[in-house]
């Protein structure tokens, strides 16, 4: 066998696994719900809805929409896939049946850039909410800023020590065991919705319709401003809904969690398709709710937008609860991220692509604790040094190509196995799984050039590695070799 034709099959892919390989079967629907929510709403509607509102002016909204839109296409075909191979590994398990090794390799090595940088992502983002309090603890403002970052006095940030305190703090917390972090997540996830509740509230009152007008000042397609370089930031609805895209994806991390649930075949489906459902409802209220209390050329200079809405509408104190709720919860992005990017970093260690002792699971608490802290310390040091915007649209990028194999492995299954039972069937899929493929990749080229080169880069490495060890070590490829 070719190791471009080695694939995993579908009722072998959890049988033979060990217990010190095993994760433990902890999770319910409502942990589910609560990770896939805690997931969603975070980063992407604290901060970025400022930086899309910047590039796409009111039309912000339709961003979000369009953005949600492909997500839903690919929520769908994960909540088949999850169901029908209730495992670990994601899109990267699922590619590995449908599509063989080198392209599981591949979606693994995306998910691996997609949870890392959204780890950091969301880290810079909690330290931008996090600054007045550390600051009035006596930090330096050197140790509340990444180097790209100009002091008001001149010269440059060291390092944002917030960042990388609370990437270590998570990790910490994960180590100690999965169905502890999942109640802490649901409880700081009650707090996040209450406080977006809030700031709804305040924000009704001072309404302004004229606030969306024009609707769309930079157009729909992603464009260069006139006059600007190549490596410049695009403009426009699309350009937005690329970055913005970074705030809707998490249900991923749901379907990561499918080995440690109690009764995946029905809390997947909920898992994935009630979180997805909820949080378009809260992004779409929000975004409203910004934008007509406040001009989005206004509010979208602010890494805290909601805050400094609220700061401009005279709600002081509530501006500093908001805050507050999201230095509390915003953690729980983090959490469910680097949750799914631990397992994604143990299923390939287990399948032989990673040195296999990496997949080693503790005893005592049955998670994989050194991929864990490992998972924290990248995620630590990225985000202690880069920007949140570079640091999200190279995030999209690898979720992006995950959802895209995603689609593709519904399309390859359905015509491969069609007889196959299925215990979530995703709607008329010969139009939803297309769908959100073809979003995904006018996505992907509404991305900045700079990015889609740095994920070129990134994916030529994962394919040295894969060259120089995975494709020779697989497990897929040691059975290959042995007698018989």
């Known amino acids: 066998m070719s190791f471009w034709t080695r694939r995993k099959a579908i009722d072998t892919i959890t049988a033979g696994i060990d217990g010190a390989h095993q994760l433990k079967k902890t999770l319910s629907w409502p942990h589910l719900v609560a990770l896939g929510v805690g997931a969603i709403v975070g980063t992407g509607i604290y901060t970025l809805t400022g930086i899309g509102a910047g590039l796409a002016g009111p039309g912000v909204i339709l961003s979000f929409l369009i953005a949600g839109a492909v997500c839903a296409c690919a929520a769908l075909c994960y909540a088949e896939l999850s169901t029908l191979m209730p495992a670990a590994g994601s899109a990267y398990t699922y590619s590995y049946a449908a599509m063989g090794e080198p392209v599981a390799w591949f979606v693994g090595w995306s998910l691996i850039l997609e949870y890392t940088l959204v780890c950091a992502a969301v880290s810079v983002g909690w330290s ?40 270590m703090a998570v990790a910490g917390l994960l180590a100690i065991g999965t169905r502890e972090s999942a109640t802490v997540n649901m409880i700081l996830v009650a707090v996040k919705i209450v406080a977006l509740i809030i700031f709804v509230a305040l924000c009704l009152p001072v309404f302004d319709p004229a606030h969306f007008t024009p609707f769309m000042p930079n157009g729909f397609q992603a464009h260069l401003p006139a006059g600007a370089g190549p490596d410049a930031a695009k403009v426009g609805v699309m350009a937005a809904a690329s970055l913005i895209f970074f705030a809707f994806y998490g249900f991923d991390a749901v379907s990561t969690a499918a080995e440690e649930t109690k009764n995946p075949k029905r809390d997947l489906t909920i898992g994935i398709v009630g979180s997805m459902a909820a949080c378009t409802a809260i992004y779409m209220i929000v975004a409203a709710a910004s934008i007509g209390a406040s001009r989005a050329e206004v509010f979208s200079k602010s890494e805290a937008p909601l805050v400094f809405i609220l700061e401009t509408l005279k709600h002081g104190k509530m501006a500093q609860l908001v805050a507050l709720a999201a230095v509390v919860a915003l953690p729980t992005v983090i959490l469910a991220f680097m949750y799914g990017q631990s397992r994604i970093f143990f299923v390939m260690a287990r399948d032989g692509l990673l040195p296999r002792a990496l997949s080693k699971v503790n005893a005592k608490t049955g998670t994989p604790v050194l991929m864990t802290l ?35 492995s519904v399309i390859v299954l359905r015509l491969r196995e069609p007889d196959r039972p299925r215990v979530f069937s995703t709607p008329i899929w010969p139009v939803v799984a297309p769908a959100g493929i073809l979003g995904c990749l006018y996505l992907f080229y509404s991305l900045p050039e700079k990015t889609q080169r740095y994920f070129l880069y990134a994916h030529l490495i994962g394919a040295v590695i894969y060259i120089a060890y995975g494709m020779r070590k697989s497990v897929l490829a040691q059975a290959e070799k042995a007698p018989g």
């Open 374 to 408: 490992l998972t924290g310390v990248l995620s630590a040091v990225l985000s202690g040094f880069l920007s949140l915007k570079d640091i999200a649209e190279l995030a999209n990028a690898g979720t992006l190509a995950a959802f895209i194999a995603v689609g593709a």
């Open 128 to 167: 931008a909410h996090a600054h007045d309090l550390f600051k009035a603890a006596g930090f330096s403002e050197l140790l509340l800023n990444g180097p790209h970052v100009t002091l008001p006095g001149g010269g440059h940030g060291l390092v944002n020590l917030p960042a990388v305190i609370i990437s």
